[in-house]
């Protein structure tokens, strides 16, 4: 599984900047919007990114919509890089081992 | 370490390796790092990582870019080292995180900090790290 959606919806600076908000709580959506010179709307959508991407989760409190960050994704994305290469290397030394030429002095007679 | 060499670029055993779609041993050529086994058998790539061969220098250098689509290209850097008789070294670095936000950075630097070695093994001996 490659974690493409998540890492296309962090590469962005305003998506960022708001999953930086909600690290430190969760936040409702007029104080995530009162941080950014964009629109509501614009930050709606960059909320919907994050949420489809499994990120945000969003709760009704009252009469608004409250986000908060799904650390545990945010921490499996991170780690996902090193087991990806981990894997990928692994699996080029067991081919390398099975396929290796015998060694000199097995072929010498 | 020719074998490694080989092993690491040929196109019978990239995709065996990496796991992906239209590799050739080429400078220029992009092909596609397909997680789904299934789609990969069909050729499909959607949702798979583009790559595209940047560097193929025998005996033991061999890059590439890797990136989702729509976001910064970042580097993979694959090293062979002679380590020693029957021993080959392999490197890889993947750099180019300094272009994302900082905020998305952050976490892989407690990675980059203890960086990786994978077990020390007769025939090949591996590490890999992460860096910016």
Known sequence: MTPSVQF????????????????????????LAAAFPISRPAISRHL???KDAGLIEEERDGRENVYSLKRQRLRVLSTWLEQHWSNKLGRLKDLAEATAPKAQSELDL | MDHVWETLTSEMTVPQWLGCLGYRREVGVTFYM????????????????????????????FHFTWFVPGTPETMVEITLSPAGPGDTEVTLRHRGWDQFPADMVKPFHDQLKSGWTSGVLPALRTAAELGS
């Open chain 1, 8 to 31: 296309a919806a962090l590469a962005d600076d305003t998506r960022c900047a708001l999953v930086d908000l909600l690290r430190e709580r969760p936040r409702p959506v007029h104080e």
């Open chain 2, 34 to 61: 397909q997680q789904d086994s299934a789609k990969r058998e069909q050729g499909d790539t959607t949702g798979a990582t583009h790559c595209e061969v940047v560097l193929l220098e025998p005996p033991g250098r």
């Open chain 1, 48 to 50: 919907r990114v994050l």
